[in-house]
């Protein structure tokens, strides 16, 4: 995979990143209080994304740029790195991030479904 601009399948615009939500103590562990997880953070950012079919493993691979954003640096930084990526369209994917490159944005990568609209292809017997 090249990654940009050969005949893979792309997508380039906004898209919503899911992070996890956090884990935090709402009780005194002797009264009992047990860790409550908090809601998924959703954040809005512009991406180019692009994926093909790859015959050796069976799968869909893709991958791409997300736009620079202070709360996915943040929770990179903390530790996440599996996020749920999400077009505008309702096509979502989940994705691992890597760091953050020279502009402060995140690649990404995925395999299997992708976070956008692929051709249907139709396999004869």
Wanted: aromatic letters at 8%; glycine letters at 16%.
């Amino acid at each position: 995979m090249s990654g940009f601009g050969d005949d893979e399948e792309e997508y380039q615009g906004p898209v919503t990143v899911v992070l996890p939500g956090e884990h935090g103590d709402t009780g005194d562990a002797a009264d009992g209080g047990a860790p409550a997880a908090s809601a998924p953070v959703a954040v809005e950012v512009q991406a180019h994304l692009a994926g093909h079919f790859s015959p050796l493993t069976g799968d869909y691979r893709w991958r791409g740029r997300l736009s620079a954003s202070e709360a996915i640096t943040a929770a990179f930084r903390d530790g996440v790195r599996t996020v749920l990526v999400r077009t505008p369209d309702g096509f979502e994917g989940h994705g691992v991030l890597d760091d953050p490159n020279l502009w402060g944005g995140h690649p990404v990568r995925g395999t299997g479904t992708p976070p956008f609209a692929v051709p249907l292809i139709e396999i004869d017997d």
